[in-house]
Every structure is written in structure tokens, then in C-alpha cells.
């Protein structure tokens, strides 16, 4: 495995082996203690991989609990409060070639960097604990979390189609989607190769999705990515709602059920939340982009929402981690009490326009290194910049530019916002020239 396999806060890469999934597990076992709930995709090397994980687990002394393909959400779910850690096997929205795994702690948060530095030290210099202990399989963690859902939300009719991207999340077509909801479910039969297309809920894979919910005419529609953690919106026209949107009408809803509250979101989200969410009692906290960064100040400052510009949503009333399965509940809930449709409810919110462009590095070091340099140079011009994660500034005119290095892939970001679409494209093409 190379060592770039190893990221911010989760381990993912194309050449993941079984002997290493092996490693992975006794360096976890080395670093962490206590019983692990285990569980995986549908990719077709992740049953594989997951059983050299449990044997590294358990001969360095970690009781397993092996919880079989459920999607990321469940097996959180299972995590928290009643275990010590879990990990999940999976690629995530990558191709199917990919896969990794996601460790999470009981408190619901992604494991602290700390501890990850450990376990990557641990992999890599043969730093194993010996020990043996055993393995259980659970049949009941689907169920369950099932089970929290209708408790929670109850049945809402409300008339929708989901796309589960023949992905991990087709195990909950019947048991959630069907039943809790009025949904089309499409794309639900379970294939390693996610049927030629990557699970990744994005504009161009939403085709099927938008002719489901014209043709059925329903009030709306949901694309959920490959571990399900993930959840792409669309309205009852065809039209993509955004994370910066949906973010705010979550927020709004939250806001007002609780009377305020802290919202947390990372720097890629855009700058109206400030003023948004403050006419509803609340408060930002800016954070850096990535899942374990919006846990983690979720759980320490007992926010009650966080929200991604990807559409990961944390709904921290229950629990930090975030949950498409539960995003879709959570708008189903809205449309349903507000008598709204969901084109209704995005008109009520700001207009964001915000454009982004990704330049492509070799490796790496590569981009870190050029990260490193853009930087010092923004800085110059804009002392008064965030930078907790790159670089963000904003200008006279109210417009805003956000610069910084991907966790997960080799490139540099640049997001670009204004108040028409022309300045956000010409802002975003002068800071591309600039950086390329």
C-alpha cells in the first residue's frame, strides 16, 4: 500500500489487498481497544477484504461484531453509544475499483487524528499487539436502525424517487423507502460494479433519477451515493438543489423547531450562511471540509446541524455523523408539514451562486506542495482571510473566493461566489489562470 492511501481521516485507494486489509486490522487492534462492529459495501472486493480485516481485529485482541453489507449510516448507528469503534469497508462514491475503510468512534465522531497517526505508524512499521479474541455475526443492526427511523419519523406520504445507485443502500428499499415513504425506488438491485457507473450522485448520473420524477410527477427526488452517507436533492421540476441550498433550508427548519442553535460548516460552504441563519436565532461555526472536522465540532460544541456543499448532512439531534438515509426522512417531514413543494421552499431562501473548477496535480506532494506557495501568495493580497482550510476572501463587492487542496484526490480547489453568475465565472476563471 502507499503511503498516500492514508488520508486526513480515512484510509481509501485502488490497491488495497487483502494482506493489507489484514495490517489495517491489526494496527487498529495495536492503537484501539474494547469491541468493533464491522461492516461493508457491495463492492465486489469488500466481503474479501472485510474478512482479513476481522482476522487482523481479532488476533491483536478486538472482539468483532461482524454486521454484514449494510449501508455506512447502520453501521455508525450500531457504533454509537454501545460499542467502542467501528469500521466500515468501503469506496464510498468512488469507482468500483476502489474501496477503504472508515473508522468511527462511540461518541458517533471519525477517529481523531491522534489516534489515526497511530494506527498509520502501527501499518507501517509492523507494530502489531498480539492477542486473540472472538467474532459474532449480527443479524439485527438493518433492523434496528429501521426501526429508529419509523419510531423517529413515522410513515410519510409523500410521494418521491430515490436512487440507491445499485448501491449499499438498496437493502433499505422495502424496510425504509417503501415503506416509511411513498418512493419509487430505481437502481435497487445490489451489483458490484454499481451497473457501469460510479456511485456518485452528481449532476450528470442524475438522468434516470429526473426522467423518474417528471414521469411520476413527484414532489421530489434523491440520489444517494455509494455508502449512503451522501444525499443529492432534486425538486418536483428536475432541478438539482445544491448543498449550500439544501444546507440552509435544513438550518431553517432546525433553527426554528429549536428555537437557534450552532450550525457548523466548512469553509466550502457559502459566506451567506452567516447572515442567514442568524434571522432564526443561530450561529455559524466555520470548520474545515471533511466529514471528521464537522463531527468532531459538532459533538464538542453541541451544534445541532452541519452541511456540506458535497450534501452531506449532520443532523446532530441524533446523532454527528452524517446520513442520507435520514436527509431524505428530514426533507420527506418538511414537504409533508409545510404543504409545500420543494421548488416553493428553495424560493424562500437567499440566492447563492457559487461556481467551482478542480486543477489536477501528478501526486500528492505535488499538490500540497503548490497548495503551500498559493497560500503565501493570496495571503499577501488578503491578510484578512480564513484559513483554517486554504485560503477564503472576500471582496468589496460581497463576492468571495475560496482556494484549497483536496484531502482525497490530487487537486486544488477554487470556489468562486458572487451575486450573478457572470462575476462568480469570471472570478473563477482569473483565480484558475492564476494558480494554473
Given at each position: 500500500?502507499?503511503?498516500?492511501?492514508f488520508l486526513?481521516?480515512?484510509?481509501?485507494?485502488?490497491?488495497?489487498?487483502?494482506?493489507d486489509?489484514f495490517?489495517?486490522?491489526k494496527?487498529l487492534?495495536?492503537v484501539?481497544?474494547?469491541?468493533?462492529?464491522?461492516?461493508?459495501?457491495?463492492?465486489?472486493t469488500?466481503?474479501?477484504?472485510?474478512?482479513?480485516l476481522?482476522?487482523?481485529?481479532?488476533?491483536s485482541?478486538?472482539?468483532?461484531i461482524?454486521?454484514?453489507?449494510v449501508?455506512?449510516?447502520?453501521?455508525y448507528?450500531?457504533?454509537?453509544?454501545?460499542y467502542?469503534?467501528?469500521?466500515?469497508?468501503?469506496?464510498?462514491h468512488l469507482?468500483?475499483?476502489?474501496?477503504?475503510?472508515?473508522?468511527?468512534?462511540?461518541?458517533?465522531?471519525?477517529i481523531?487524528?491522534g489516534r489515526?497517526?497511530?494506527v498509520?505508524?502501527?501499518?507501517?512499521k509492523?507494530?502489531?499487539?498480539?492477542?486473540?479474541a472472538?467474532v459474532?455475526?449480527?443479524i439485527t443492526?438493518?433492523?434496528?436502525y429501521?426501526?429508529?427511523l419509523?419510531?423517529?419519523?413515522?410513515?410519510?406520504?409523500?410521494k418521491?424517487?430515490?436512487?440507491?445507485?445499485?448501491?449499499?443502500?438498496?437493502?433499505?428499499?422495502?424496510r425504509?423507502?417503501?415503506?416509511?415513504?411513498?418512493?419509487?425506488?430505481?437502481?435497487d438491485?445490489?451489483?458490484?460494479?454499481?451497473?457501469?457507473?460510479?456511485?456518485?450522485?452528481?449532476?450528470e448520473?442524475?438522468?434516470?433519477?429526473r426522467?423518474?420524477v417528471?414521469?411520476?410527477k413527484?414532489?421530489?427526488?434523491?440520489g444517494l451515493?455509494?455508502?449512503?452517507?451522501?444525499?443529492?436533492?432534486?425538486?418536483?421540476?428536475?432541478?438539482?438543489?445544491?448543498?449550500n441550498?439544501?444546507?440552509?433550508?435544513?438550518?431553517?427548519?432546525?433553527?426554528?423547531?429549536r428555537?437557534?442553535?450552532?450550525?457548523?460548516?466548512?469553509?466550502?460552504?457559502s459566506?451567506?450562511?452567516?447572515?442567514?441563519?442568524?434571522?432564526?436565532?443561530g450561529?455559524?461555526?466555520?470548520?474545515?471540509?471533511?466529514?471528521r472536522?464537522?463531527?468532531?465540532e459538532?459533538?464538542n460544541?453541541?451544534?445541532?446541524?452541519?452541511?456540506e456543499?458535497?450534501?452531506h448532512?449532520?443532523?446532530?439531534?441524533?446523532?454527528?455523523?452524517?446520513?442520507?438515509?435520514?436527509?431524505?426522512?428530514m426533507?420527506a417531514?418538511?414537504?409533508?408539514?409545510?404543504?409545500?413543494?420543494?421548488s416553493?421552499l428553495?424560493n424562500?431562501?437567499?440566492?447563492i451562486i457559487?461556481?467551482?473548477e478542480?486543477?489536477?496535480?501528478?501526486?500528492?506532494?505535488?499538490?500540497n506542495?503548490a497548495?503551500k506557495r498559493?497560500?503565501h501568495?493570496?495571503?499577501?493580497a488578503?491578510?484578512?482571510?480564513?484559513?483554517i482550510?486554504?485560503?477564503?476572501?472576500?471582496?468589496n463587492?460581497g463576492s468571495?473566493?475560496l482556494?484549497?487542496?483536496s484531502?482525497?484526490?490530487?487537486?486544488?480547489?477554487v470556489y468562486?461566489?458572487?451575486?450573478?453568475?457572470?462575476?462568480a465565472k469570471?472570478?473563477l476563471k482569473?483565480y484558475?489562470?492564476?494558480i494554473?
Open positions: 500500500m502507499k503511503d498516500n492511501i486526513a481521516y480515512d484510509i481509501r485507494g485502488r490497491d488495497i489487498s487483502t494482506h486489509s495490517l489495517v486490522g494496527a487492534g495495536s484501539l481497544t474494547g469491541t468493533c462492529v464491522v461492516g461493508y459495501d457491495s463492492r465486489k469488500s466481503p474479501e477484504l472485510t474478512e482479513h476481522i482476522e487482523g481485529l481479532r488476533t485482541g478486538i472482539k468483532v461482524n454486521i454484514g453489507l449501508p455506512v449510516p447502520v453501521c448507528y450500531k457504533v454509537f453509544k454501545n467502542d469503534f467501528g469500521v466500515y469497508v468501503t469506496g464510498s469507482p468500483a475499483d476502489y474501496n477503504g475503510f472508515k473508522i468511527s468512534l462511540r461518541n458517533g465522531v471519525t481523531d487524528e489515526f497517526l497511530k498509520k505508524e502501527s501499518f507501517y509492523f507494530k502489531f499487539k498480539s492477542g486473540m472472538g459474532s455475526v449480527d443492526a438493518l433492523n434496528d429501521s426501526s429508529f419509523e419510531t423517529t419519523f413515522g410513515k410519510l406520504p409523500v418521491c424517487v430515490v436512487d440507491c445507485f445499485n448501491a449499499s443502500t438498496s437493502v433499505l428499499s422495502n425504509v423507502f417503501s415503506n416509511l415513504l411513498n418512493a419509487r425506488v430505481i437502481n438491485e445490489l451489483l458490484p460494479d454499481f451497473g457501469g457507473r460510479n456511485p456518485e450522485p452528481c449532476e448520473n442524475l438522468g434516470g433519477l426522467r423518474e417528471l414521469k411520476t413527484s414532489l421530489f427526488g434523491v451515493d455509494g455508502d449512503g452517507d451522501r444525499s443529492v436533492f432534486m425538486d418536483e421540476k428536475g432541478v438539482v438543489i445544491g448543498g441550498l439544501m444546507t440552509l433550508l435544513f438550518a431553517k427548519n432546525v433553527l426554528k423547531r428555537g437557534g442553535g450552532l450550525i457548523v460548516v466548512p469553509v466550502s460552504i459566506s451567506r450562511i452567516e447572515s442567514f441563519v442568524k434571522e432564526y436565532g450561529r455559524v461555526l466555520w470548520c474545515r471540509v471533511g466529514h472536522f464537522i463531527e468532531e459538532l459533538f460544541n453541541k451544534g445541532v446541524l452541519g452541511g456543499f458535497s450534501s448532512f449532520y443532523f446532530n439531534e441524533y446523532y454527528p455523523f452524517s446520513d442520507g438515509i435520514m436527509s431524505t426522512l426533507l417531514r418538511m414537504i409533508h408539514e409545510s404543504g409545500k413543494k420543494l416553493e428553495v424562500e431562501l437567499p440566492v457559487v461556481v467551482k478542480e486543477i489536477e496535480f501528478p501526486t500528492h506532494k505535488a499538490k506542495a497548495m498559493i497560500k501568495e493570496l495571503l499577501k488578503h491578510p484578512n482571510a480564513l484559513t482550510d486554504g485560503v477564503k476572501f472576500s471582496l463587492d468571495s473566493v482556494v484549497r487542496a484531502e482525497t484526490r490530487h487537486t486544488v480547489k468562486a461566489e458572487s451575486g450573478s453568475k457572470e462575476k469570471s472570478l482569473e484558475v489562470s492564476l494554473k
